[in-house]
């Protein structure tokens, strides 16, 4: 049952309570709750996704966020790495959390990622080979929305057909298409062509799946928490932010927290809320380590500046912020079929897709994506050990969008243009979560610190070099009319630095704030079960825990994460209660 006030719940325990309703914790709530033995809460800050048909319509997943209702409405601190700029960092607050907002482009990440979480934590459990089996319990594959003919875009052996979220190839042709693909063909070596983007062994240019079905967005909301909303077990509660967890006892010299402080909002009325089995925290990569501080576990020199008592002094929690940066490049172009028009008058797209969801209003942001490495020769490998997650791993993506995109600058109100946007992948700067007060309603310093090191500005540097080159085949000629800005005048490579530096904003991937670490290793902040050291009572399930940034756009990836983790839980069942507690 859905509440949408804390003050409505009937009943303040159950067996587990879940903090955050997205990506993962849907997940999470919605399987638990598969037992109907289980009472399973889940809380949510934002509001209900239902009857928000802006979410709905795939397109304007662009303009969901920031600074949106559905939104928190983040800034990061000055980013040094970007001429001190501070950039709005969203993230989704309404049920489904950012796959409610988000672009909906869907992957998983490569085979070697895995492979490393499993290597860097020792366990096994968690390489690509088992995680493949999650990934097809994720996904259900469906047409694209203009059901055209998608042979050679994918290799059906690696998806999955009867999972919640939907997955769709492109389903509105655009001239980028043909044009991408033909310039694979050209320079084969270079820019290999994929045959497909999702199935783990990354590298090269293909087809792009997003989380899209009948040209609507499917989203851990419509996704998981729709179909199991009617049962008796599972309650919902939106409108509710978890402010503090609580000690409830020791067990040992272990402090257990089985209960968790929730409110509506700031002044508002604060409710208690009890858990038999586990609280589980999936309130992201920023909302949780912000909790987890907030309730006296984190940095004890820090907890003590913001106000806050040390319950458990555990350095790494808000540490280790692994993210993407994004370098937006555009060109103009000699073509009126741009989304360019659509955005501008976007009447008729609306009436289209209202009518049948076809039309670009249920395009993916872009139709390929490419995931290229640096020249193993580069000279950045004579100082930096090359930080990819394996030699079959990427440190760029390609994203070609039919459209301008740039965040710093808004779209002109006329032309055409076409974007190539540059993800730095393999990132080496690593930024921070960190609460300045012990007032949950004030938001944590956040800081992804990118482009801080030597190999993220090198990386993105010889990228513009490199989308150059892709640009220069026989496909683009007569289509590209010129690029924009500096993109066309940087020549030099401190030129390109410093294009580079003025232009990088985000694309929202953060992860790694709640490190999940080996059990015996002196630092991270979960286990690879991804319960919280030193505590009893608290799992962690959502992007933080990952120790890297994946090859993926990651809800795909958190997706995963979430499946697994409800299994390592459900396997918990009876065993894990905390009887002293
Ligand atoms: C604008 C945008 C575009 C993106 N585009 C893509 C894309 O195209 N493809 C892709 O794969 N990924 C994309 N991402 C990233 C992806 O959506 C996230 O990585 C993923 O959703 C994170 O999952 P999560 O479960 O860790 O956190 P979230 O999905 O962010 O969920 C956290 C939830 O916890 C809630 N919450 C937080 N604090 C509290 C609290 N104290 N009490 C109660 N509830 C709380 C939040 O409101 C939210 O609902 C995008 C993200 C954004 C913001």
């Known amino acids: 049952k859905l509440y949408n006030n804390p003050s409505q719940l009937i009943k303040t325990n159950y067996d587990y309570i879940v903090i955050g309703g997205g990506a993962a914790g849907a997940v999470v709530a919605a399987r638990l709750s598969e037992n109907s033995d289980i009472s399973v809460l889940l809380v949510e800050a934002g509001i209900s996704n239902e009857g928000i048909t802006d979410i709905d319509i795939p397109l304007l997943g662009l303009s969901l966020a920031p600074s949106t ?14 001429g001190n700029r501070a950039i709005p960092y969203p993230r989704g607050k309404v049920l489904g959390g950012s796959t409610s907002v988000n672009y909906m482009v869907y992957m998983r990440g490569s085979t070697e990622d895995f492979d490393r979480y499993a290597s860097v934590t020792g366990e096994s459990g968690w390489v690509w080979d088992q995680m493949l089996e999650y990934a097809k319990k994720n996904e259900k594959l469906v047409s694209p929305a203009d059901h055209h003919d998608t042979t050679g875009e994918f290799l059906p052996s690696l998806h999955g057909t009867s999972g919640p979220i939907s997955v769709s190839l492109g389903g509105n042709p655009t001239p980028l298409d043909s044009r991408v693909i033909a310039t694979t063909e050209e320079f084969p070596t270079e820019f290999p062509f994929n045959p497909d983007t999702i199935g783990g062994d990354i590298l090269g240019i293909g087809w792009a799946f997003a989380s899209i079905g009948n040209g609507t967005r499917s989203s851990s909301a419509t996704g998981y928490l729709a179909p199991a909303s009617g049962r008796p077990n599972l309650d919902i509660v939106v409108n509710a932010q978890a402010t503090k967890l609580e000690v409830t006892g020791k067990k040992g010299t272990v402090p257990c927290f089985h209960r968790v402080l929730v409110a509506e909002k700031a002044g508002a009325a604060v ?57 937006p490049n555009v060109w103009n172009v ?152 500096e993109l066309g005048t940087a020549e030099t490579d401190e030129e390109i630095e410093a294009y580079v530096r003025k232009n990088v904003n985000g694309i929202w991937h953060a992860v790694g704030t709640a490190m999940m670490t080996s059990k015996d290793a002196g630092y991270g902040v979960v286990d690879p079960d991804l319960k919280v050291k030193g505590v009893n009572g608290l799992r962690i399930v959502d992007g933080s825990i990952l120790p890297f940034v994946p090859n993926a756009h990651t809800q795909g990836t958190i997706y995963l994460i979430a499946e697994r983790g409800a299994d390592l839980i459900k396997d918990d069942y009876h065993d894990d209660t905390c009887p002293t507690c």
């Open 271 to 327: 409710y208690a809320l009890t858990a038999n089995q586990e609280i589980i925290l999936s309130a992201g990569t920023f909302g949780t380590p912000a909790l987890l501080q907030l309730s006296g576990i984190g940095n004890k020199t820090e907890l003590s500046a913001a106000g806050v008592t040390t319950i458990i002094d555990n350095p790494s929690v808000g540490k280790n912020m692994s993210d993407h940066a994004l370098l």
């Open 334 to 485: 000699d073509n009126p079929d741009t989304y360019d028009s659509v955005f501008r008058n976007p009447s008729q797209a609306l009436e289209q897709w209202t009518n049948n969801r076809t039309g670009p209003f249920a395009s993916h942001i872009a139709n390929q994506l490419g995931w290229l490495r640096l020249p193993q020769t580069a000279s950045i490998f004579e100082t930096t050990p090359d930080p990819a997650a394996g030699p079959n791993s990427s440190h760029f993506e390609m994203i070609f969008l039919n459209y301008w995109l740039n965040p710093n600058t808004p779209a002109p109100p006329t032309g055409n243009f076409m974007s190539e946007a540059t993800v730095l992948i393999s990132p080496t700067s690593r930024g921070f979560v960190k609460i300045s007060s012990s007032d949950p309603f004030k938001p944590p310093l956040v800081n992804p610190n990118w482009l801080n090191t030597d190999f993220d500005i090198f990386a993105l540097v010889e990228s513009v070099k490199i989308s150059r080159r892709f640009f220069a085949a026989k496909a683009w000629e007569g289509y590209i009319l010129d690029p924009v800005g």
């Open 69 to 82: 209702p559905l939104d928190w409405n983040y800034t990061t601190i000055p980013q040094p790495g970007l």
